[in-house]
T-cell receptor, first 112, second 113 residues
Framework: DQQVKQNSPSLSVQEGRISILNCDYT??????FLWYKKYPAEGPTFLIS?????DKNEDGRFTVFLNKSAKHLSLHIVPSQPGDSAVYFC???????????FGTGTRLQVFP | DAGVIQSPRHEVTEMGQEVTLRCKPI?????LFWYRQTMMRGLELLIY????????DSGMPEDRFSAKMPNASFSTLKIQPSEPRDSAVYFC???????????FGPGTRLTVL
């Protein structure tokens, strides 16, 4: 069973608009949440993270929101750029472990 | 630093053959992770090592899969015998500070015919 879920396999957004990528989790025993970005034929690269004790973290155009009561995580990209077109994975770290559990990914396409 | 290095980048083999994937982590990183990416299941953690010692192999699908880390600069993932359902992209990642700094290699695309 998938503990970290990304229910939208793809998203298409116009350049300059906001991209919102969503992630849901089923286990409350996570202490960190992360987003990774992946271009074709490359490995994923770390984008942004948030601790479970916070509800928002911002880094330039990227903001991650955490709603613990809803067990929901989202990544906002504002403004979206064509170079943001990639697959985005959310991930969560269970407490007292060194591993990450990843979602299935959402393919974002930003068109001009 | 060259980053995490994986070889080969592509592997095509026939069912029943042995497959060995290789990984060189970033120098100085204490953790090494092996992942498998499929459309259905996304990125699955197979096994990870800390200071060359396997810590959690609960993600290894079955006994056909094995992984070793004989020293701090080299790890292998072996599938014997391989089956068509093993076809996927296999990633190796290393990190110093878990979990915020996992650096992934470019992956090995495995096709089992």
């Amino acid at each position: 069973d998938q503990q970290v879920k990304q229910n939208s396999p793809s998203l298409s957004v116009q350049e300059g608009r906001i991209s919102i990528l969503n992630c849901d989790y089923t286990n409350s025993m996570f202490d960190y949440f992360l987003w990774y970005k992946k271009y074709p034929a490359e490995g994923p690269t770390f984008l942004i993270s948030i601790s479970s004790i916070k509800d928002k973290n911002e880094d330039g155009r990227f903001t991650v929101f955490l709603n613990k009561s809803a067990k929901h995580l989202s990544l906002h990209i504002v403004p979206s750029q064509p170079g943001d077109s990639a697959v985005y994975f959310c991930a969560a770290r269970p407490y007292n472990t060194d591993k990450l559990i990843f979602g299935t990914g959402t393919r974002l396409q930003v068109f001009p | 630093d060259a980053g995490v290095i994986q070889s080969p980048r592509h592997e095509v083999t026939e069912m029943g053959q042995e497959v060995t994937l290789r990984c060189k982590p970033i120098s100085g990183h204490d953790y090494l992770f092996w992942y498998r990416q499929t459309m259905m299941r996304g990125l699955e953690l197979l096994i990870y090592f800390n200071n060359n010692v396997p810590i959690d192999d609960s993600g290894m699908p079955e006994d056909r899969f094995s992984a070793k880390m004989p020293n701090a600069s080299f790890s292998t993932l072996k599938i014997q015998p391989s089956e068509p359902r093993d076809s996927a992209v296999y990633f190796c990642a290393s990190s110093l500070i878990v979990p915020l700094g996992q650096f992934f290699g470019p992956g090995t695309r495995l096709t089992v015919l």
